[in-house]
């Protein structure tokens, strides 16, 4: 049993659109590591403000 005809075409991506979905994944990447930064920050904060001002106190 063969596959039709639409799934055996193979299309080549020209450079342009190569370029245009690199830019895309880019901007993704960067908005998946803002939101993770942004999430760390958030945890860390609340970690603080949970454990209170004792923690820059005590001895190490």
Do not use: H, Q, W
């Not at 991506?13 to 990447?29: G, I």
Request: no cysteine.
């Amino acid at each position: 049993m063969s596959a039709p005809d639409e799934l055996r075409e193979v299309t080549v991506e020209t450079p342009e659109v190569a370029a245009a979905r690199a830019k895309v994944r880019r901007r993704r990447s960067i908005a998946l590591g803002l939101i993770l930064a942004a999430l760390v920050a958030i945890f860390y904060a609340l970690t603080l403000v949970k454990m209170g001002s004792a923690v820059f106190y005590r001895d190490l």
